[in-house]
């Protein structure tokens, strides 16, 4: 089982920077992902971020070269590093983690809300 709780959001105006946390505990081993979802009001969830066990890192393409994920192993961390913001990227933001061996299992944190001001 793994608990993710995250940290981070809040209110900044157009322009500016925010640093999601996202802290894991429980059985953090094997293959597994991390990921940073988010969902603006009235649209689905969509998938901002991906950090694999390895180090390997992907981005939608609407965040590209302004979101940064990293991940601390050491501290079962994951980070989300979100400069140049603009309201677009207004929503909750999930934090999602997957392990992929030994086993299949999927969990995600309860949200923090980012809102960018005009």
């Known amino acids: 089982q793994v608990q993710l709780v995250e940290s981070g959001g809040g209110l900044v105006q157009a322009g500016g920077s925010l640093r999601l946390s996202c802290a894991a505990s429980?059985?953090?081993?094997?293959?597994?992902?991390f990921a940073w979802y988010r969902q603006a009001p009235g649209k689905q969830r969509e998938l901002v971020a991906i950090i694999t066990s390895g180090g390997n890192t992907s981005y939608v393409d609407s965040v590209k070269g302004r979101f940064t994920i990293s991940r601390d192993s050491a501290k079962n961390t994951v980070y989300l590093q979100m400069n140049s913001l603009s309201p677009g990227d207004t929503g909750v933001y999930y934090c999602?983690?997957?392990?992929?061996?030994?086993?299949?299992?999927?969990?995600w944190g309860q949200g923090t809300q980012v809102t960018v001001s005009s």
């Open positions: 429980g059985s953090i081993f094997g293959i597994n992902r």
């Open positions: 999602h983690f997957r392990t992929l061996f030994p086993s299949d299992n999927t969990y």
